[in-house]
């Protein structure tokens, strides 16, 4: 009973904490650019704002557009589930498979692309379109690097690479270690659409990719977009921190121990979202036919982390 | 944790040898040039700090006295002077160098699992690394139109052998580092003169310009 409660605690951790990575980017960045910035907890009124309006659909949708933003927000909400955060009891542990993870994933990402080109605008479909090849490209990246910690661990259920990972593995293998961390962020940044692959900021008809997609969203649609793709990215860095920041995983069920867990949970995040927002500040975003090439400096870093771990 | 850190040090040097592959700006190459030889340098430092050795704190100095500071700033001059454009042409396109990279890196780690290296060593894994340098600079100077990029394929390539030097063989003697330190220098000075010299005379410094001289 104890192991259920942790795992929803653990779920509920993951969904909350989703909309305030963005909050702590962007104030971040604002504070850099020496502007006061809104609130770290902007994105919630957001949403909150925007579940309250009417959605209003092209005459042109389908019913595409009615289900599309409930998939595309339910599959990072599900998987969710999957995720350890600061014990390894997780609503789905028994299958919580991290090839099922980034798999059921791309569901959400191909219902968004379906989303994109179902109200015939012809930004959505250019959108969808450069959104489909960025996940492309990133894709095999990220699965090297999962095998490489796959491979490690000897499984590849999600609790049992981290439970490995905070064993102290890290420093085992360096060389490999440091590969993986490097291509894994380049597969975050392109997953989740920050600035170099992608601005979330800007609605400039000509770069955007996320943003064109969800151009035509109002409303519930868009809350329930922007959780999706919050939670997205929320996912991901779960799973680099503890992979890469391997502190906070503990076994013990004590009030004191979950506590801690929550409160180093709440830091590493914050830390990776300073350090995103540093990246940001300190990159231009990459024209488009670049992207490819980056992409590929992921890949090839990600298939060294796994060579120089067999080899 | 000792040859960990080291092992750690030479992952660094790769990443930013592949990272030169990537690059398509001039600026940008020079600057990772720089930081790539501010690893070799601490690589060299730590070393010396295990081994106790006062040739490798000299060594380790001069490294970035010349490869950190000397050289990028001459190649900076070189590139302002000639107003070049500052964008990399290649032969073979970004994406693909870097299949071909890969391919090589793996090729390296497969050889030096035969390659028994006798005595004392501080890593197993740092050869396969420098190795992989050495034929990442050699690849960036035969895939590189413009002169100036050749050079920095060599000075990759020369980082390479520094690294495989200091930490598979705890360093050469001084008066040898000395001696390559000097090649290096004087190698950079005079390709920098001689791109020059050629921008000069006929207003492109593209190799294939060179190339049709012989009438």
């Given at each position: 009973?104890?192991?259920?409660?942790?795992a929803?605690?653990?779920?509920?951790?993951?969904?909350?904490i989703?909309?305030?990575?963005?909050?702590?980017?962007?104030?971040?960045?604002?504070?850099?650019?020496?502007?006061?910035g809104?609130?770290?907890?902007?994105?919630?009124?957001?949403?909150?704002?925007?579940?309250?309006?009417?959605?209003?659909?092209?005459?042109?949708?389908?019913?595409?557009?009615i289900?599309?933003?409930?998939?595309?927000?339910?599959?990072?909400?599900v998987?969710?589930?999957?995720?350890?955060?600061?014990n390894?009891?997780?609503?789905?542990?028994?299958?919580?498979?991290?090839?099922?993870?980034?798999?059921?994933?791309?569901?959400?990402?191909?219902?968004?692309?379906?989303?994109?080109?179902?109200?015939?605008?012809?930004?959505?479909?250019?959108?969808?379109?450069?959104?489909?090849?960025?996940?492309?490209?990133?894709?095999?990246?990220?699965?090297?690097?999962?095998?490489?910690?796959?491979?490690?661990?000897?499984?590849?259920?999600?609790?049992?690479?981290?439970?490995?990972?905070?064993?102290?593995?890290?420093?085992?293998?360096?060389?490999?270690?440091?590969?993986?961390?490097?291509?894994?962020?380049?597969?975050?940044?392109?997953?989740?659409?920050?600035?170099?692959?992608?601005?979330?900021?800007?609605?400039?008809?000509?770069?955007?990719?996320?943003?064109?997609?969800?151009?035509?969203?109002?409303?519930?649609?868009?809350a329930?977009?922007?959780?999706?793709?919050?939670?997205?990215?929320?996912?991901?860095?779960?799973?680099?921190?503890?992979?890469?920041?391997?502190?906070?995983l503990?076994?013990?069920?004590?009030?004191?121990?979950?506590?801690?867990?929550?409160?180093?949970?709440?830091?590493?995040?914050?830390?990776?979202?300073?350090?995103?927002?540093?990246?940001?500040?300190?990159?231009?975003?990459?024209?488009?036919?670049?992207?490819?090439?980056?992409?590929?400096?992921?890949?090839?870093?990600?298939?060294?982390?796994?060579?120089?771990?067999?080899? | 944790?000792?040859?960990?850190?080291?092992?750690l040090?030479?992952?660094?040097?790769?990443?930013?040898?592949?990272?030169?592959?990537?690059?398509?700006?001039?600026f940008?190459?020079?600057?990772?040039?720089?930081?790539?030889?501010?690893?070799?340098?601490?690589?060299?430092?730590?070393?010396?700090?295990?081994?106790?050795?006062?040739?490798?704190?000299?060594?380790?100095?001069?490294?970035?006295?010349?490869?950190?500071?000397?050289?990028?700033?001459?190649?900076?001059?070189?590139?302002?002077?000639?107003?070049?454009?500052?964008?990399?042409?290649?032969y073979?396109?970004?994406?693909?160098?870097?299949?071909?990279?890969?391919?090589i890196?793996?090729?390296?780690?497969?050889?030096?699992?035969?390659?028994?290296?006798?005595?004392?060593?501080?890593?197993?894994?740092?050869?396969?690394?420098?190795?992989?340098?050495?034929?990442?600079?050699?690849?960036?100077?035969?895939?590189?139109?413009?002169?100036?990029?050749?050079?920095?394929?060599f000075?990759?390539?020369?980082?390479?052998?520094?690294?495989?030097?200091?930490?598979?063989?705890?360093?050469?003697?001084?008066?040898?580092?000395?001696?390559?330190?000097?090649?290096?220098?004087?190698?950079?000075?005079?390709?920098?003169?001689?791109?020059?010299?050629?921008?000069?005379?006929?207003?492109?410094?593209?190799?294939?310009?060179?190339?049709?001289?012989?009438?």
């Amino acid at each position: 009973m104890a192991d259920f409660l942790i795992a929803i605690l653990q779920f509920i951790l993951i969904i909350t904490i989703a909309p305030l990575i963005s909050g702590i980017i962007h104030k971040t960045k604002s504070l850099l650019r020496g502007s006061k910035g809104a609130s770290i907890f902007q994105p919630y009124y957001n949403i909150l704002k925007l579940f309250q309006k009417e959605v209003v659909l092209s005459k042109d949708a389908s019913w595409i557009s009615i289900i599309a933003p409930y998939i595309v927000a339910a599959v990072p909400i599900v998987l969710a589930g999957f995720l350890p955060v600061f014990n390894s009891h997780t609503l789905f542990s028994f299958n919580s498979d991290i090839i099922a993870l980034v798999y059921t994933l791309a569901l959400g990402t191909f219902f968004l692309a379906l989303y994109g080109f179902d109200q015939a605008s012809s930004f959505g479909g250019l959108g969808s379109s450069r959104e489909m090849m960025v996940a492309s490209l990133a894709e095999p990246a990220l699965m090297m690097v999962i095998f490489t910690f796959a491979l490690q661990s000897n499984s590849t259920n999600i609790s049992t690479i981290f439970e490995h990972m905070h064993k102290g593995e890290f420093l085992q293998f360096p060389v490999s270690s440091i590969f993986a961390l490097m291509a894994l962020y380049f597969v975050i940044i392109a997953e989740s659409g920050r600035i170099p692959i992608d601005n979330p900021e800007t609605h400039l008809e000509l770069t955007m990719i996320h943003e064109a997609m969800i151009l035509d969203a109002s409303g519930r649609s868009l809350a329930l977009l922007e959780i999706g793709s919050f939670i997205k990215t929320a996912i991901f860095l779960t799973l680099f921190s503890n992979i890469f920041i391997p502190f906070g995983l503990y076994e013990a069920n004590s009030f004191l121990a979950i506590f801690l867990g929550i409160l180093i949970y709440i830091i590493k995040m914050s830390l990776l979202a300073v350090i995103i927002a540093i990246g940001e500040m300190s990159l231009a975003k990459l024209r488009y036919f670049r992207i490819p090439d980056a992409m590929m400096f992921g890949f090839v870093l990600s298939l060294i982390s796994m060579i120089v771990y067999r080899l | 944790m000792f040859s960990d850190f080291i092992e750690l040090i030479g992952a660094f040097v790769l990443v930013l040898a592949i990272l030169q592959i990537s690059s398509d700006r001039l600026f940008f190459s020079v600057k990772v040039y720089a930081l790539q030889s501010f690893f070799v340098a601490l690589s060299i430092f730590v070393i010396g700090l295990y081994s106790s050795s006062n040739d490798l704190y000299i060594s380790a100095f001069l490294t970035l006295l010349i490869k950190v500071i000397i050289i990028p700033f001459t190649l900076f001059e070189a590139i302002k002077e000639m107003k070049i454009k500052r964008e990399i042409e290649t032969y073979i396109n970004i994406t693909n160098s870097l299949m071909i990279i890969s391919s090589i890196i793996i090729i390296s780690f497969i050889l030096t699992r035969y390659i028994d290296l006798g005595g004392e060593i501080i890593s197993k894994k740092i050869f396969p690394i420098s190795l992989s340098i050495i034929f990442v600079g050699a690849f960036i100077m035969v895939s590189r139109k413009k002169p100036i990029t050749q050079l920095i394929g060599f000075l990759t390539l020369e980082n390479g052998i520094m690294l495989a030097a200091t930490s598979v063989t705890y360093g050469m003697p001084l008066i040898v580092e000395i001696g390559i330190f000097f090649d290096v220098i004087v190698g950079a000075t005079m390709a920098t003169i001689i791109i020059h010299h050629i921008n000069e005379t006929v207003d492109d410094i593209d190799e294939r310009t060179v190339e049709n001289f012989e009438e």
